[in-house]
């Protein structure tokens, strides 16, 4: 049997680059999404791909979309804060449907932290015995182009709190072919990857760099939690999201171990060297100038 994958979250940051490293490998996708009109335009020119209306909240949903479709890819709703209410009836519904594997977008050091998401999220799916590939990537450097992008293009400011710590940040692009890969290759299943950059660096680090390529004094302004927190809430970002914002950053201060850990996986996976700070800004550079 040929495969047929459902990639839930097509449109984003991972799960764009994923359908593309698939439709270069004539795999057949399906492209599981709640604004099917948003995707149609986003995923307009890739071929093998059909659009289907999913949403992990929609039970009614989970059949049409996984009609013929024998591997599954997610990465978890930022908004989806309750994993056992939000998301474990689609698990629960996938494990009876008997998928080959299914791939979900974790985070480095997950492990050892029981009160995120993830967490239980990689705890359900290992209950349900279902063959997995947990790929837990370190922070991302598209967070600079999403979350961070509005003081980085007003006032030329990484206006994050991330204090000194040190990180080894992972381009999406890069954690999309992996897991198209990992989806295509028997050998990762029911395995744990962690995916970091190549190198590990502080934000002032990456605040010279941008300066430096871009032709721009840029500033790491190190904001403390609290008013990074009250300036988020200010501008009506949602409470749940911001606080996860801050338990990242949490991590990445306190877990400086972890955070600034570099290793090769991601390197023997992809067959090259994942890409670096440089060429990310490079590549980026339009939402910073």
Avoid: C
């Avoid at 004539?26 to 659009?51: F, P, Q, R, S, W």
């Avoid at 509005?150 to 999406?172: A, E, M, Q």
């Avoid at 299943?189 to 032709?215: F, H, R, V």
């Amino acid at each position: 049997m040929e495969d047929k994958i459902l990639v839930i979250g097509g449109t984003g940051n991972i799960g764009f680059p994923l359908i593309e490293y698939l439709n270069q490998k004539n795999v057949e996708v399906v492209a599981g999404t709640h604004n099917v009109d948003k995707a149609a335009i986003k995923l307009a020119g890739l071929d093998n791909v059909e659009i289907r209306y999913f949403d992990f909240l929609d039970p009614e949903s989970f059949e049409n979309a996984m009609t013929g479709v024998n591997k599954v890819f997610f990465v978890r709703p930022p908004q989806l804060e309750k994993p056992k209410q939000d998301m474990l009836p689609f698990l629960t519904y996938i494990k009876q449907e008997q998928i080959q594997q299914l791939v979900f977008i974790s985070l480095l050091g997950v492990e050892a932290l029981p009160f995120m998401p993830h967490h239980t999220i990689e705890k359900m799916i290992l209950n349900l015995n279902v063959p997995y590939t947990f790929i837990r990537p370190n922070y991302f450097m598209q967070n600079l182009n999403t979350t961070n992008q509005k003081d980085i293009y007003n006032d030329h400011d990484l206006f994050i709190p991330g204090g000194s710590s040190r990180t080894s940040f992972v381009d999406t692009r890069d954690v999309g072919e992996i897991a198209g890969i990992t989806l295509l290759n028997n050998e990762y299943i029911n395995q744990k990857i962690d995916i970091t950059g190549p190198e590990s660096l502080t934000y002032q680090e990456i605040a010279q760099i941008m300066s430096k390529i871009l032709g721009v004094d840029y500033k790491y302004s190190r904001p403390s939690l609290l008013k990074f927190r009250k300036a988020m809430l200010q501008r009506g970002i949602n409470k749940d999201f911001v606080n996860t914002l801050l338990t990242i950053y949490v991590i990445e201060q306190v877990g400086t171990l972890t955070a600034m850990k570099v290793n090769d996986n991601a390197k023997n996976i992809l067959g090259h060297s994942p890409r670096n700070i440089q060429t990310y800004i490079e590549d980026y550079q339009k939402y910073f100038k």
